[in-house]
């Protein structure tokens, strides 16, 4: 049966989150359907407003006619500004994880509350500048943490080595709670930087360039990413 609740992922060995930011949109469909079958964990799927970050990018519609494609976890990146505002529609389209930024100017405990409500995982998202101790007060309440290792707004960026020590960070805060909260990471993942995370506390990585537009096939592309796996 597909896993469709963070809960139910592992929390042990890597998880692979491609993001199809980096797909060919011309043909989205088969794109999913090649990572699913090569192995994805989740799929990542970035929200942009063109206010939260310089970039625009999809919608719930893409989600909505996306969902019958594939049974993978859809995790929801919202990149914006109010997010409150767009958490019915992005549920109704088929997301199954709702991440915001904590930076973002709705109320982040009550729109933490009214995904939960709608049975929905939620996540915590930072940006670069932004202090590992913002999210903390969020860790008892929600299933995921996404650290940015690129300053949120586009991809193919490189990875910013001094996001590390906040990996380190929140992932010590989790242990010292036995705490199951997933700690991702997304932006500059490549079979470079994925031992570097997993080696600080991530297990659970989206990749979009290194993914998609990897020479040597998606399949090749994840099993690199998997720092248990790829020697
Ligand atoms: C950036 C997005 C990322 C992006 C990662 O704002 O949140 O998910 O797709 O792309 P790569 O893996 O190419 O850095
Ligand atoms: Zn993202």
Redo the contacts with the bound molecule.
């Keep these: 049966m597909p896993v469709r609740d963070l809960r139910e992922l592992r929390h042990d060995q890597s998880l692979i989150a491609p ?4 797909a060919d949109f011309a043909c989205l469909a088969a794109q999913i359907e090649a990572v699913e079958s090569a192995g994805a964990d989740l799929l ?1 799927i ?1 929200i ?1 407003d063109g206010h939260f ?1 310089p ?1 625009l990018s999809m919608g719930p519609p893409i989600i909505h006619a996306l969902r019958p494609h594939s049974e993978l976890l859809f995790d929801v ?1 919202l ?1 914006l500004t109010h997010p409150a505002e767009y958490i019915q529609p992005f549920i109704d389209a088929g997301a199954d994880s709702i991440t915001i930024h904590v930076e973002s100017d709705s109320d982040v405990a009550a729109t933490l509350e009214l995904i939960h409500g709608q049975g929905v995982n939620a996540g915590i998202s930072l940006r670069p500048g932004t202090p590992a101790a913002a999210v903390r007060p969020f860790l008892d309440t929600v299933e995921l943490v996404l650290v ?10 490189s ?1 910013r080595h001094d996001m590390l020590p906040k990996i380190e960070t929140i992932r010590g805060w989790l242990d010292e709670q036995g705490s199951q909260v997933h700690l991702q990471v ?5 079979s470079d930087t994925a031992p570097l995370v997993y080696q600080a506390g991530a297990r659970n990585l ?6 998609f ?1 990897n020479p040597d096939g998606v399949a090749a592309a994840i099993s690199s990413l998997r720092p248990e796996t790829s020697g």
Excluded: K, Y
């Design positions: 993001s199809i930011l980096a990542h970035d942009m970050v970039n990146h990149m940015m290792t690129v300053e949120p707004g586009f991809g193919g960026q990875f997304d932006g500059g993942i490549d989206v990749a979009g360039t290194s993914v537009r």
